[in-house]
Structures are given as C-alpha cells and as structure tokens.
C-alpha cells in the first residue's frame, strides 16, 4: 500500500522494482514510467532481461531483449504485462498473482511474486501457471496457507472477469507497443491505440508450469 509521504513516480522517469520471488533471491527491474494516473501506472521495459525463451504449451511468448509493457495497480493482487517476440511481434497479456506493491520511494517499489501466473495469448485459450510450484512454496513453509489461499482467489476472480469482459481493465486495451515506444522515445502521448485483438478469451484448458 502506498504511504501518503511518497508521491507516485513522475511519468518520463525511471521506476526500481524490487521483486521477491518465494526461496529465491530479490530481482531488480528498471523500467520507464509512461503514464501515472489514478487507473494505474505503466511502465516500459524496452528490453526484457531474461535468458532462454519463455514458453507456454511449447510457444514462445517472451524473447531475451523483447519489448514488454506493464501494468501496475494500487492495492491490487495482480499485474499485467503485454508480451511480445523481438520483432515485436504481440504474443498476449501475463498477469502476475503478488502482494500489492509497496512504494518505498518517489523511484521505487516492492512486491512479492505468489507463483501463479495467468497467461492470455493473443490466439487461443487463457491458461492459469504454475498451481504445483505454489503448492510447494506452501508444502515447504515458504508462504502461508492464508496467503496461498488469496492468491488462489485471485487467480479465480480474474478468470472470472475474462470470462465476462470486465477484466483486463480499459487501460490495458489502450496501450499498443507503437504508442509505448513512442512515448518512450520522447514523443508526443497520442491518442490510445489498443493492443491487437485476441480471437478467444476462453477459460483455461491446461495448466503449463512456466513463468518469467
């Protein structure tokens, strides 16, 4: 939750996410600010730092260095990212279950990842990720049993509002990689352009154990 002393990162500046991950160690994230408003803020990672490919049922949705767009909502349990290949290519949205962020500067915030991953691809059915690794964490005293079972819930509500359209919120919709690039690049806002449309918004058929 945010504390009332520090104001919101100003839009055009660079935003340190602390990242903990259940028994593993803090990751560190820089991302640019494009938009902060009472809807959310979102930020721009330009090139994605991970290693190999991440997969999904055996698709690459994320390449080393590819562009993502994030989606960072007070109090909320979740955040969402738009994927896409180096190309930038748009893959899908990923929302991530955490604990709400925890600003603890002008120019950063915390947050502790869940393990359960929601992965919309741009064609074909949205899946929930990795229900067994949480199981683990849980198994293993990493997290609590009330904290797994919110996590849980959240995965259920957002299911649920895809099913029924009121989720991802509208601001989501509003963002393409050429309005992110742009903006980023020092240009003009624009006006909001959406991501490309999926052709199915239909609940999970299977669960694959992957994550960023």
Same mark, same amino acid.
């Given at each position: 939750?945010?504390?009332?002393?520090?104001?919101? @990162?100003? !839009?055009?500046?660079?935003?340190?996410?602390?990242?903990?991950?259940?028994?593993?160690?803090?990751?560190?994230?820089?991302?640019?600010?494009?938009?902060?408003?009472?809807?959310? &803020? !979102? *930020?721009?990672? =330009?090139?994605?730092?991970?290693?190999?490919?991440?997969?999904?049922?055996?698709?690459?949705?994320?390449?080393?260095?590819?562009?993502? &767009?994030?989606? *960072?909502?007070?109090?909320?349990?979740?955040?969402?990212?738009?994927?896409?290949?180096?190309?930038?290519?748009?893959?899908?949205?990923?929302?991530?279950?955490?604990?709400?962020?925890?600003? !603890?500067?002008?120019?950063?915030?915390?947050?502790? +990842?869940?393990?359960? +991953?929601?992965?919309?691809?741009?064609?074909?059915?949205?899946?929930?990720? +990795?229900?067994?690794?949480?199981?683990?964490?849980?198994?293993?005293?990493?997290?609590?049993?009330?904290?797994?079972?919110?996590?849980?819930?959240?995965?259920?509500?957002?299911?649920?509002?895809?099913? *029924?359209? =009121?989720?991802?919120?509208?601001?989501?919709?509003?963002?393409?990689?050429?309005?992110? *690039?742009?903006?980023?690049?020092?240009?003009?806002?624009?006006?909001?352009?959406?991501? @490309?449309?999926?052709? =199915?918004?239909?609940?999970?058929?299977?669960?694959?154990?992957?994550?960023?």
């Amino acid at each position: 939750m945010q504390s009332p002393a520090i104001p919101p @990162p100003p !839009v055009g500046t660079t935003v340190e996410i602390r990242y903990r991950r259940l028994g593993r160690p803090t990751e560190v994230y820089h991302q640019q600010v494009l938009e902060n408003s009472p809807r959310g &803020i !979102v *930020t721009f990672q =330009s090139h994605t730092p991970i290693g190999p490919p991440l997969k999904v049922a055996g698709r690459t949705i994320l390449e080393p260095g590819s562009p993502a &767009i994030w989606f *960072t909502f007070r109090r909320a349990w979740h955040d969402i990212g738009l994927f896409h290949l180096a190309d930038g290519t748009f893959t899908g949205l990923y929302a991530n279950v955490l604990t709400p962020v925890e600003f !603890v500067s002008r120019h950063g915030w915390t947050t502790t +990842d869940l393990c359960l +991953d929601i992965w919309v691809p741009r064609q074909g059915a949205a899946c929930q990720l +990795d229900e067994a690794e949480l199981a683990e964490a849980e198994a293993a005293g990493l997290v609590t049993g009330e904290l797994a079972e919110r996590a849980r819930q959240e995965v259920a509500t957002l299911m649920e509002g895809l099913a *029924t359209g =009121s989720w991802p919120p509208r601001l989501v919709r509003e963002w393409s990689l050429a309005r992110a *690039t742009g903006l980023a690049a020092g240009g003009p806002a624009g006006n909001p352009t959406p991501n @490309p449309s999926r052709e =199915s918004a239909s609940p999970p058929e299977s669960s694959p154990q992957t994550r960023p």
